[in-house]
Nanobody, 125 residues
């Protein structure tokens, strides 16, 4: 499975950005997709995940209320809408797919099997 993460860039604090995770796999809509991020010098951490059910998503405390993860099955994509960006949101963002379909929106990295290449998000003051 190949996942493609895109949409990163440089923005000022308080602004918004949308990341997209896309795949050509016909079964993409049946898998939980997670977004993770890794800041310089830090370990990769969970950001948000959405199950095959569009109404079943989970978020880390640090982004809850600011980020939204949404499936767009018409485009075989999972989008991460990031609002009110903060300096600490600066990181490389990765999307990942679970090993099996029809699962919950897991927060642990070990529950994910396929990873995209990452897209850089830089927030400045």
């Amino acid at each position: 499975v190949q996942l493609q993460a895109s949409g990163g860039g440089a923005v000022q604090a308080g602004n918004s950005l949308k990341l997209s995770c896309t795949s050509s796999a016909r079964t993409f809509s049946t898998y939980t997709i997670g977004w993770f991020r890794q800041a310089p010098g830090k370990e990769r951490e969970f950001v948000a995940a959405i199950s095959w059910r569009p109404d079943n998503a989970t978020y880390s405390d640090s982004v809850k209320g600011r980020f939204s993860i949404i499936r767009d099955n018409t485009k075989n994509a999972v989008n991460l809408w990031m609002g009110d960006l903060k300096l600490e949101d600066t990181a490389v963002y990765y999307c990942a797919q679970t090993r099996a379909p029809y699962t919950l929106p897991f927060m642990r990295q070990q529950d994910y099997h396929s990873w995209g290449q990452g897209t850089q998000v830089t927030v400045s003051s």
